[in-house]
């Protein structure tokens, strides 16, 4: 059985100092959920925190994601950070995409795909946010937006095997307390999964963001081809983060 995928988004929610005390005074209990098999523990603080994480939680299983990449190799792109800056950070994952960056930043469906594939060739993970905002969802065009993002990520991905990470995050799910109904989720990710089969030539993986919670968490049981969760406002509470993981398992 696969082990399922816990990526832990923190945004710009925890300063350095926050996000080190949050692992220093959970670090027994982190290394403990990190050694079970059954998952793989992504945490994504912001940039600075990337490299002291990465340190502190090396005795544990741990993964250190960063929470965007440039679609930028290097050059005078200031305030932008490579893929190449990450591998040396430690990171094994970047999420690329976030519709917070989409949205906030002008990140475009071409940004990420070129940032996707810096990051393959750095070995790191990309995670891929995908999803529709909420008037593409009542006006059922959810799946052409799918596609439409989705286009240039596998077509620059196209010749490489490494594995990527699909993270279905639809925009009116995120931060609002909302989920998807299940049978909406199955038929998304029946697409998703076979998009990615016909294309991509590596192992990938499809997770769900969106209001993940432990009150929302039982409703994910039983989707085919769901991975693992995108957690952004639950992951920064540990004992709420903890609870999520032992319930989505
Ligand atoms: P949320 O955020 O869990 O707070 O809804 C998820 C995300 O934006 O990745």
């Known amino acids: 059985m696969q082990p399922t995928l816990f990526i832990a988004n923190w945004k710009m929610q925890k300063s350095v100092t926050q996000s080190v005390e949050f692992c220093s005074a959970h670090f027994e209990s982190l290394k403990v959920l990190s ?11 912001s940039f600075p925190a990337l490299l002291i994480l990465n340190e502190m939680l090396a005795d544990t299983m741990v993964h250190i994601g960063a929470q965007h990449c440039s679609p930028h190799e290097s050059g005078a ?11 040396e950070a430690g990171c094994t994952y970047s999420i690329v995409g976030h519709s917070e960056q989409r949205m906030y930043n002008g990140v475009t469906d071409q940004d990420v795909a070129n940032a996707a594939n810096h990051l393959c060739q750095n070995k790191i993970e990309p995670i891929i946010c995908i999803g529709e ?6 006006n059922n065009t959810a799946f052409s937006v799918l596609e439409k993002q989705l286009d240039p990520v596998l077509s620059i991905l196209k010749n490489t095997n ?34 990615l089969t016909k294309v991509h030539s590596g192992p990938w993986r499809i997770v769900y963001g969106g209001s993940v ?12 081809a769901l991975s693992g969760f995108l957690i952004g406002g639950a992951s920064l509470d540990f004992k709420k983060f903890e609870k999520i993981v032992s319930l989505g398992k």
Do not use: M, R
């Open 133 to 138: 905002t909420k008037q593409e969802f009542e």
């Open 77 to 87: 792109y200031t305030g932008q950070v490579s893929a190449e800056s990450l591998k």
């Open 35 to 45: 050694a079970d098999t059954a998952i793989d523990l992504v945490i994504c603080p």
């Open 162 to 195: 490494q594995p990527i990470t699909i993270a279905y995050e639809p925009v009116w799910a995120i931060g609002t307390g909302t989920v998807p109904e299940n049978d909406y989720l199955t038929t998304v990710f029946k697409h998703i999964s076979a998009l």
């Open 213 to 224: 919670s432990e009150e929302t968490i039982a409703a994910f049981k039983n989707i085919p």
